[in-house]
């Protein structure tokens, strides 16, 4: 039997709630999270946002940005594995036709021409630019791609994997992720310096305090170019059969404003879903099959991070399109427990993919919370 669409978001609405967990209060993990230092947190944004923009085929940046990534890694006392994620050729030029807002409409149009990269992107950074030109005072009339080009020399760049082994026998792998290329142009502090800021500090804390199962980090590539880094690392997992109990991925959770009608949403439906409209929470995003693991992160954030405010989508992310704009799609297509942990993006920021992602405009406070509740969760995760 098929339920019409709004009896089966009500239906979903009431499963998750009835599904909701608790956890116990264990003083030594509260009292050890209190080590997830904001100022570190802020350091590694600082440091990530001073290489400037990481696109995925500026071979330049990225290798900068590996160096670093690795070296500060390495000086944990962790031992970094490199995956390998092909570059795509580049598709083409980019031609955009314009004219100024309130020329002439006899006036000729215009054409701007942009480098190729911009052929290798989808819908997002093309969304991104055009908001650009708008605020440039260009009207956009349309794009069209022009002049193909053939790649001579297969490229790649890695994935970078970390894990940190548990101290049980206990079967099967916790995944923490964030990726940390950007788009072109942007200096990507809160997309998404803030996660991998978050993931390293939540690194340095497991050397201290290791989890009972292992937990893999994972520093993905190319997300921003079609969430290419967590496909090749999804298809390896699967040719190898990994067993993933869950991923819990950090993009973009670093902005928060207590500012009135600072949150938009992508859709509001009474008495389903209806996000704040004031932006000062995470938003917690599980498909059907995430159910358990979005309650348990949830449950993790009401008894070790209290203060962090947080949206639930929970179970009904992956009925809408932007429940999949991040590397945790490839684990949902492929039937594995994840979340998506964000602060929503444009929807709450001017900023998003462009020039003014840097690293003064984030909260980290908000940040430090979010990492703390991100490791506390998967503390819990190791130990059932």
Not at 100 to 118: K, N
Not at 239 to 262: C, F, I, K, Q
Not at 278 to 299: M, Q, R
Not at 316 to 323: L, R, S, Y
Request: hydrophobic share 40%.
């Amino acid at each position: 039997m098929s339920l019409p669409p709004v009896q089966r978001l009500c239906l979903t609405l009431v499963l998750g709630a009835l599904c909701g967990c608790g956890l116990p209060h264990r003083a030594d993990v509260a009292e050890s999270l209190s080590e997830i230092d904001e100022g570190r947190l802020r350091a590694h944004v600082e440091a990530l946002c001073a290489i400037g923009p990481r696109p995925m085929e500026d071979s330049v940046a990225t290798a900068r940005t590996v160096a670093w990534l690795r070296h500060t890694i390495e000086d944990m006392g962790l031992t970094v594995q490199e995956e390998a994620v092909p570059v795509p050729p580049a598709a083409g030029q980019l031609t955009a036709t314009v004219r100024r807002e309130s020329a002439d409409p006899d006036s000729d149009d215009e054409e701007l021409v942009f480098p190729l990269y911009f052929a290798s992107y989808g819908s997002r950074v093309l969304s991104g630019l055009s908001q650009t030109l708008r605020d440039d005072g260009w009207d956009v009339l349309g794009y069209a791609m022009t002049g193909a080009v053939n790649a001579t020399e297969p490229a790649t760049v890695p994935n970078l994997l970390v894990e940190i082994p548990g101290t049980s026998d206990r079967p099967g792998l916790i995944e923490i992720s964030a990726h940390y290329d950007t788009v072109p142009g942007c200096p990507g502090a809160d997309d998404n310096s803030s996660g991998v800021a978050a993931v390293l500090e939540i690194a340095r804390w497991f050397t201290f305090h290791p989890p009972e199962r292992t937990v893999r980090l994972c520093f993905f590539a190319g997300e921003e170019q079609g969430l290419l880094g967590s496909e090749v690392h999804v298809a390896n997992m699967l040719a190898r059969g990994d067993e993933v109990v869950g991923l819990l991925n950090l993009d973009s959770v670093g902005m928060a404003t207590d500012a009135p009608d600072s949150q938009l949403a992508p859709i509001r439906i009474v008495f389903v879903t209806w996000m704040p409209s004031t932006g000062d929470f995470i938003t917690v995003i599980g498909d059907w099959n995430s159910g358990p693991l979005g309650n348990l992160f949830e449950a993790a954030i009401e008894t070790y991070a209290p203060e962090l405010p947080y949206y639930s989508a929970n179970r009904i992310g992956g009925m809408f399109d932007d429940g999949y704009r991040s590397d945790h799609a490839h684990y949902w297509w492929a039937g594995i427990p994840a979340i998506f942990l964000t602060d929503t993006g444009e929807m709450r920021w001017d900023t998003y993919h462009k020039p003014g992602d840097v690293p003064a405009a984030l909260d980290y406070g908000f940040l430090r919370q979010v990492a703390q509740a991100t490791g506390a969760a998967a503390q819990e995760l190791a130990r059932q």
